[in-house]
């Protein structure tokens, strides 16, 4: 018999320990992320649900935070104009910080009233159809875009 070989009947090594203690650590993890996801997701549900249901000073707090973006009438309020370069603010080239394009001569564009910023009008359009600020200074273009159209 050689004195470097198991003396007891037991087949554990260290490193079979050590594989089954990361196993039920990382299905740990795996437990408690989930249960953390779901509890957040029931939480939520709840929440909308109660604002819901509630009305008054709640409901129109929801429907304002769910109406993201700028209503057809306030997104046609917003002037379009074909580029030309050197006319526009900023004597050299402009760029449509959306699509990251160069803007072209003779492209359509539209002008942030609020912040005087240039987009190609298929960008900017998409983009204000989600979101009612500029993309670049986030400065809120519904309320400029309601005061042009007032006038």
């Known amino acids: ?30 437990v408690l992320t989930v ?10 549900g709840y929440a909308a649900a109660a604002v819901g249901a509630s ?31 050197g006319a526009a603010a900023g004597a ?3 760029q449509c910080a959306i699509c990251l394009a160069v803007v072209r001569d003779g492209e359509t564009v539209r002008l942030l009233p609020a912040c005087g910023h240039l987009f190609h009008v298929e960008c900017i359009d998409l983009w204000l159809r989600s979101h009612a600020t500029c993309p670049l200074c986030r400065r809120d273009v519904g309320e400029a875009a309601a005061a042009a159209e007032k006038v």
């Not at 953390?36 to 939520?44: E, G, L, P, W």
């Not at 129109?60 to 580029?83: E, F, Q, T, V």
């Open 92 to 94: 050299g080239w402009a």
């Open 55 to 85: 009305g008054g000073a709640g409901a129109a707090a929801a429907s304002g935070r769910d109406r993201c973006g700028l209503a057809p009438s306030a997104l046609s309020a917003i002037p379009m104009l074909a580029y030309r370069r």
């Open 35 to 44: 249960a953390v996801c779901f509890r957040r997701a029931i939480a939520n």
């Open 1 to 30: 018999m050689s004195s470097y070989g198991p003396t007891t009947g037991g087949s554990y090594r260290v490193c079979d320990t050590v594989v089954i203690v990361c196993l039920a650590c990382a299905s740990s993890l795996i």
